[in-house]
Structures are given as structure tokens and as C-alpha cells.
């Protein structure tokens, strides 16, 4: 376990796989200004680590995340300096690493960008979604709206947050909000499964396809493809590389070292 001064946000790594867990189950896991710092730190810690390959990102108790705990808001002294408060799905979204939210439960507003700046969404059968700010006088404000729309389109985004009325995990799947949906008791066995599959392959070339995927959406195609001919191009490059030529040659599985 490694320590982040906090006993709301976990981490522990194990077999080149880091799960970070928020632990606020009597709040439905909302984050304090406390937590996001906790989880911006965590983050930092995976990216820095060569023991950490791939991060799973879930919650104890009912929830995944109900978002920024609404109780703390009034602890910023005017509107802009909450518009300038560091921000936990910044962090997750800024991360190198790959990663990959397992959605336990309720995954309300802050909780559902949280899930949405993860690479891979799976979730429990008893998950549930929503961009419930409209109901308090605001929008989402850690990409809701852009993340949300290049998951499950424009129509489907605006009924999300126009009305802030929950989905369930089978519309969830439905719409590719997620890409799967397990039984409960199975949610973070599989998150960690396809983190371990993510952790053996090689690390520079995962987080380089990282890369390249969230620039395919930035870019107009000709330029996506030339940047993704010039990201190839450096992993080639790379010690990992080599080994996975010669492992091929040697019939044998290879040894990725992110070299």
C-alpha cells in the first residue's frame, strides 16, 4: 500500500498493476479538495513507477463516485477561484499510464467524468449513471459534455445532461458508455484481468497508443495518420522493441523492460 496521507484514497500495486481506490463509502466516495490532491498525487506515484503498467480505478461500498463533494464548494472564496481548483479528472486524464475504471455503482456527475477520463469503462450489473448538475443550477464542468459525446453521441449526451436523469449499466453498455458489464462480486477481477493482459505488453508502446488514440480525435485524419506513422516509429526504436522481434524469432514470450 502506498501512502498518500489519506485513508479516503487507496493505492496498492501488485504485479505491475495499481488500483486506486476511494474509500468514502458514508459520502458515496465524493471528493473532498483533500482527495483530489490525494488523487493527483497517486497518479504522479504510478507514472514514476516502473512497477506500475496499468491503473484500475474503482470504489468501496454503493458508489464508484457521486462526483465533488457539494458540501465543500462553498470553500472557495469566489466562482473563479473554484473554475481554477486542481481537478481530480484532470489528473486521471493527464495520466501516462493506461487505465481503466471499474464502475461499482454509482457513478454521479465529478464520478462519471472521473469514469470517462479513463481509457476503459467496464462496470457492475448494478451500476448507475448521470450528469445530475443540471438539477442543482450547474453543468458538469471536468468534460462531461466533450467526453460524453465522443462515447455515446450528441443526442444521447444532451438527454444525459439536459434532463440529469440516471442510465443503468445495460444502457450504459447499449450506448458504448462501457465496454463490458459483469456480475458485482466479478467487476474488479476483470478490471484487473485486462490490466494485467495491458501490464505484459510492452509499457512505452501502451502508453504511446494512449497517446495516439486521444490525438486520433484531435487531429484532422491526414495529420493523425502521419503522427501515428511518426509515434511507430519511435517505438520501434525503443530496447522493447528489439525484444519483441527476437522473442518472435526464439518462439518464446518476451521480457519488456520500457527500454
Avoid at 481554477?84 to 462519471?112: E, F, K, Q, S, W
Avoid at 467524468?113 to 445530475?132: K, Q, V, Y
Wanted: hydrophobic letters at 45%; aromatic letters at 6%.
Amino acid at each position: 500500500m502506498t501512502d498518500l496521507g489519506t485513508d479516503e484514497v487507496l493505492l496498492d500495486v501488485a504485479d505491475h498493476v495499481a488500483t486506486l481506490t476511494l474509500n468514502r463509502p458514508a459520502k458515496l466516495n465524493a471528493v473532498t479538495p483533500e482527495m483530489a490532491g490525494a488523487i493527483a498525487e497517486a497518479v504522479a506515484w504510478c507514472d514514476a513507477s516502473d512497477e506500475v503498467r496499468a491503473v484500475v480505478v474503482t470504489g468501496t461500498g454503493r458508489a464508484f463516485c457521486a462526483g465533488s463533494d457539494i458540501r465543500e464548494l462553498d470553500r472557495y472564496a469566489t466562482p473563479w477561484d473554484f473554475r481554477n481548483r486542481p481537478d481530480y479528472c484532470d489528473a486521471i486524464r493527464a495520466a501516462r499510464t493506461p487505465t481503466i475504471a471499474a464502475v461499482n455503482g454509482y457513478a454521479l456527475g465529478g464520478g462519471l467524468e472521473t469514469a470517462l477520463s479513463c481509457d476503459i469503462r467496464i462496470a457492475a450489473a448494478t451500476a448507475t449513471f448521470a450528469a445530475p448538475e443540471i438539477k442543482l443550477g450547474w453543468i458538469g464542468g471536468g468534460g462531461m459534455t466533450s467526453l460524453l459525446a465522443r462515447a455515446i453521441g450528441a443526442s444521447n449526451t444532451a438527454l444525459m445532461i439536459m434532463t440529469g436523469d440516471p442510465i443503468d449499466a445495460d444502457q450504459a453498455l447499449r450506448w458504448h458508455l462501457v465496454s463490458e458489464v459483469t456480475a458485482p462480486d466479478d467487476l474488479l477481477a476483470r478490471a484487473r484481468a485486462i490490466a494485467a493482459t495491458i501490464a505484459s505488453r510492452a509499457p512505452i508502446a501502451a502508453e504511446t497508443a494512449k497517446v495516439n488514440l486521444r490525438a486520433a480525435y484531435s487531429m484532422p485524419e491526414d495529420k493523425a495518420l502521419e503522427y501515428e506513422r511518426d509515434l511507430q516509429t519511435i517505438c520501434f526504436a525503443t530496447e522493447d522493441a528489439a525484444e519483441g522481434r527476437r522473442a518472435f524469432t526464439e518462439k518464446r514470450p518476451p521480457v519488456f523492460r520500457r527500454r
